[in-house]
């Protein structure tokens, strides 16, 4: 199993920059494929990101294209979301999460087994 916590969010003024980190304990995080979502209140849980196990795949929500950029650094046990040029419509609970069993980068939450407690974003007009 792999545990996964998140942190970096905040409160920024649109077109700000923020950079969300997700620390994973246990040995193997290289061989998980890591996945961003989010949630804002009232709406189901939407894919943002994923990113393969080596970093050579990555696939983008078009919302977020273009504006957000995922990567991991395995020897860091930990995978970044780099988020630009933020929009109100941004704002949401940010969740990282991980699967051992796709070679693909799946867009689905019911894709992943492992998940963090989230980090809220806040993007203010």
């Known amino acids: 199993q792999v545990q996964l916590v998140e942190s970096g969010g905040g409160l920024v003024q649109a077109g700000g920059s923020l950079r969300l980190s997700c620390a994973a304990s246990?040995?193997?995080?290289?061989?998980?494929?890591m996945g961003w979502f989010r949630q804002a209140p009232g709406k189901e849980r939407e894919f943002v990101a994923a990113?393969?196990?080596?970093?050579?795949?990555?696939l983008y929500a078009d919302s977020v294209k273009g504006r957000f950029t995922i990567s991991r650094d395995n020897a860091k046990n930990t995978v970044y979301l780099q988020m630009n040029s933020l929009k109100p419509e941004d704002t949401a609970v940010y969740y990282c999460?991980?699967?051992?069993?796709?070679?693909?980068?799946?867009?689905?939450?019911?894709?992943?087994?492992?998940w963090g407690q989230g980090t809220q974003v806040t993007v203010s007009s």
């Open positions: 999460a991980g699967v051992l069993r796709y070679s693909s980068v799946p867009n689905y939450p019911s894709d992943y087994d492992y």
């Open positions: 990113i393969s196990r080596k970093g050579i795949n990555i």
């Open positions: 246990g040995r193997t995080f290289s061989s998980y494929v």
